[in-house]
């Protein structure tokens, strides 16, 4: 991945910053929840703070591979690749901040607080210069018009 491309998926996640992570339960089904990505600049891997005991560490037991997504306004970013539970307590100690504070209020030391993982393999990503009223001013053209909208740039990237 170029420098370029790093830094608009870097962005993005760090912008948008609510990710929905998409798991496979045990029967297959997908699910998706929402999550809050820690705001670093991004090599490669996604980090989130999650419950030891939650659903989605025991499907991440069984099936690795994920996808995580990010629609802001204006932009949008897909990570997929395949996530692992980290118990590091130096690690866990350098992402905390306020917010994780609120949802786990026992700390970094909490024996059920552990970092999800995310080593993305590919990412797809689209961006609209002028976001959301871009984007609805690029729609309205196209049916006046007849012509294709401008969606910005979209570009799929192997990391």
Do not use: C
Not at 93 to 99: S, T, Y
């Amino acid at each position: 991945m170029s420098a370029e491309d790093n830094q608009i998926v870097t962005d993005i996640a760090k912008k948008v910053g609510t990710a929905m992570i998409t798991t496979r339960q045990a029967g297959g089904k997908l699910v998706s929840r929402p999550m809050t990505g820690q705001r670093v600049e991004f090599d490669g891997s996604a980090w989130f703070f999650v419950s030891r005991s939650a659903d989605m560490v025991a499907e991440i037991a069984r099936d690795s591979q994920v996808n995580v997504g990010y629609a802001g306004s204006g932009s949008w970013l897909s990570l997929s690749g395949a996530a692992s539970v980290v118990d590091d307590a130096a690690k866990k100690k350098a992402l905390w901040n306020e917010f994780v504070e609120a949802w786990f209020p026992g700390g970094p030391e909490d024996a059920d607080v552990v970092l999800l993982k995310v080593d993305a393999d590919s990412a797809e990503y689209w961006t609209s210069p002028g976001g959301k009223p871009r984007a609805l001013f690029e729609m309205a053209k196209a049916r006046v018009t007849g012509s294709a909208p401008d969606p910005g740039d979209n570009k799929s990237v192997d990391l």
